[in-house]
């Protein structure tokens, strides 16, 4: 397939109160998609795949924090069937309130939807001839992923999803009961900060960032 082919659309949606990042992800003239994190209130972004007339081939979770998955039960009911993949230390997080934050905000969520398929380190997942490498980035969470776009030719671009690991000058918090400081900053330095420098870094809340601009000016992590 040609690296034009293989080189991925990513159209971003800002969802919920959170204004959390999700993502729809899909190749040029391809009919299928994936859907990285799903927060509060997804229907933009369901109306937007089914204009397209895509096919939900995957929902991919970075992390399983209320905001990233309140809208899984939606998605699943618009596009049934669809796999989830999740890391295997959170999978119970999409039915315990208490795991998920969303009982500390006072508005449990319990998620009806299972995870059917697991995030591992080093696993390669593929998308239309490309390649999508999954880090394990604990820290924030426990089972916090990033999933990097393997090269797919000089012409292909350097993307990773990095989930509320790492921000355009900031990092994710690492006060919540299941964080932790220490291994967030390991997975910034030594996963993330390892990768190509012009790879785009595309967080799960704000505007998307560069894994250089971040090795050179994030206040929190250097390099």
Known sequence: MPDSAQTPIVERFVLGPFETNCYVVSAPGSDSCWIVDAGYGPDAMIERIRERGQR?????????????????????????GVPVFLHPSERAWLRDPELNLSGFAGTP????????GELSDGQALELLGATWRVLH?????????????????????????VGDTLF??????????TSDEAALHRSIRERLYTLDEDT??????????????EKRSNPFVRS
Do not use: M, N, W, Y
């Open 168 to 177: 355009a000058g900031s990092i994710g918090r690492s006060d919540f009961p």
């Open 137 to 161: 980035t604990p820290g924030h969470s426990p089972g916090g992923v990033t999933l990097v776009l393997e090269s797919v030719g000089e012409s292909g671009a350097h993307v990773a999803f």
């Open 56 to 80: 939900v081939g995957a929902v991919v979770l970075t992390h399983a924090h209320a905001d990233h998955i309140a809208g899984l039960d939606e998605i699943i009911g618009a596009f049934p």
């Open 200 to 213: 785009t870094a595309l967080p799960g809340h704000g505007p998307p960032t560069t894994i250089g601009r």
């Open 109 to 116: 969520l319990v998620c009806d939807a299972e995870a059917t």
